[in-house]
């Protein structure tokens, strides 16, 4: 089953701030952020481990809620190359393989 | 930088033909990965491998086949392609260990007519 998602899409200046959620209905064992520019295939960005600590990428940081099955992504003072389409990836107790959320593209504007 | 090859890049190809996509990767990677993804949308699990001569079929029905005969190398071929196939295929792999990121290939485009 696929985590959900949200937003759909957001469009920051540079400089602001976002969060992305993905959430879950089963319980967790890992979750994935990969980002994907047009065009490109998705690049992996950090993962985060159930009963681990809060990951980060520049100043790209995520946490993983276990209580609520959910992950959220945190983009700080944003820059142009944040653009893209970031996919959450959840990763089940029971389950070895990856489901893919359905993509929350980000535009950031100078 | 990852390694991980994925030919051709970009292919046209009529109803009916029967084509195969190649996946390489030199990491030495025992799990490897096939999604499908059109444009903008999410990656679907299509295939995938835990090894040598272990292949099992992803959450998303597909009319492809792969194999696994070589640590290194997992096509997948399309038997009779259709139109319904178009789409972008992504090849990935990942290390041995559970919760390793996975690295894509760059995609092979599809289009058939």
């Known amino acids: 089953q696929q985590p959900v998602q949200s937003p759909q899409a957001v469009i920051l200046r540079e400089g602001e701030d976002a969060v992305i959620n993905c959430s879950s209905s089963?319980?967790?064992?890992?979750v994935h952020w990969y980002r994907q520019k047009h065009g490109e295939a998705p690049v992996f960005l950090m993962i985060?481990?159930?009963?681990?600590e809060q990951m980060r990428h520049e100043k790209i940081s995520a946490s993983f809620n276990e209580k609520k099955q959910q992950s959220s992504l945190y983009l700080t003072a944003s820059q142009l190359s944040y653009s893209g389409t970031y996919f959450c990836?959840?990763?089940?107790?029971?389950?070895?393989?990856?489901?893919f959320g359905a993509g929350t593209t980000v535009t950031v504007r100078a | 930088e990852a390694d991980i090859y994925q030919t051709p890049r970009y292919l046209v190809i009529g109803t009916g033909k029967k084509i195969t996509l190649e996946c390489s990767q030199t990491?030495?990677?025992?799990?490897m990965y096939w999604y499908q993804q059109d444009p903008g949308m999410e990656l679907h699990l299509i295939h995938y491998?835990?090894?040598?001569?272990?292949?099992e079929k992803g959450d998303l029905s597909s009319e492809s086949t792969v194999s696994r005969i070589r640590t290194e190398h997992f096509p997948l071929t399309l038997e009779s392609a259709r139109p319904s196939h178009t789409s972008q295929y992504l090849c990935?792999?990942?290390?041995?260990?559970?919760?390793?990121?996975?690295?894509f290939g760059p995609g092979t485009r599809l289009t058939v007519t």
């Open positions: 089963k319980a967790l064992y890992s």
């Open positions: 990836g959840t990763e089940y107790v029971n389950d070895y393989k990856l489901s």
């Open positions: 491998s835990y090894g040598v001569n272990s292949t």
């Open positions: 990491m030495g990677h025992d799990k």
């Open positions: 990935a792999s990942s290390g041995d260990r559970r919760s390793y990121e996975q690295y």
């Open positions: 985060l481990l159930k009963g681990g």
